[in-house]
């Protein structure tokens, strides 16, 4: 079965500092991965997600994520943290037998000025 | 213009009453999802549905009801509402069902208060 663990509650960072959120997975076959990020009293808003090709992948807001198969890890990064970018983060996999997203529990990610 | 929205955003209610939530997406997708997050923020997938047919059903009570009219629109039907289903309620859509690749976009949930 397909799982992601984000082994961090929380993740503190001073604004300017680069940051990483760390996600980990497990599926049998190709990984589908993504990440979402949930602002207070908000939906999901997508990030970026790996599907194939290059190992860093770049989405929204300035956030990339690294791909590492021999880790089987999908870590979510940015060179330099706002304030703005404290939210919830969620790292998520294609469940390859159906068509849900498997999710993991969640890093609050908090960025003090 | 909203590509998946939610109506209510709040829903306090009742234990024992009937409660729907309607979702609408504008984005031309065939597919749609319902998920809940509880308390501990976990996001968990309830039902989802391709151009109005049941594709996920995951173990949900029967009390939870999932309506698709047309692929635009998928409503969220619970009767005998018990005060374990304070929760969350995100709407989801993808452009197809088994494009494992493909982004869902969620609405902006509504939150369900069972008193």
């Known amino acids: 079965a397909q799982s992601v663990a984000q082994p961090e509650d929380q993740v503190n960072v001073a604004e300017g500092n680069p940051l990483t959120v760390k996600c980990t997975y497990s599926?049998?076959?190709?990984?589908?991965l993504f990440w979402y990020v949930q602002y207070p009293n908000r939906g999901l808003q997508f990030l970026l997600k790996?599907?194939?090709?290059?190992?860093l992948v770049k989405g929204s807001y300035g956030f990339e994520a690294e791909f590492n198969k021999s880790q089987t890890s999908f870590h979510l990064k940015k060179p330099s943290a706002l304030v703005s970018d404290s939210a919830l983060y969620f790292c998520a996999v294609r469940d390859q037998a159906g068509t849900a997203l498997i999710f993991g529990k969640g890093t609050t990610l908090s960025v003090s000025s | 213009d909203t590509a998946v929205s939610q109506t209510p955003k709040y829903l306090v209610t009742q234990m024992g009453n009937d409660k729907s939530i309607k979702c609408e997406q504008n984005l031309g997708h065939d597919t749609m999802y319902w998920y809940k997050q509880d308390s501990k923020k976990f996001l968990k997938i309830m039902f989802s549905y391709n151009n109005k047919e049941l594709i996920i059903n995951e173990t949900v009570p029967n009390r939870f009801s999932p309506k698709s009219p047309d692929k635009a629109h998928l409503n969220l039907h619970i009767n005998s509402l018990e005060l374990g289903d304070s929760a969350v309620y995100f709407c989801?859509?993808?452009?197809?069902?088994?494009?494992?690749?493909?982004?869902?976009?969620f609405g902006p949930g509504t939150r369900l208060l069972v008193l």
């Open positions: 790996y599907i194939t090709g290059d190992n």
């Open positions: 599926v049998s076959g190709n990984p589908y």
């Open positions: 989801a859509s993808s452009l197809t069902t088994w494009g494992l690749q493909e982004t869902q976009y």
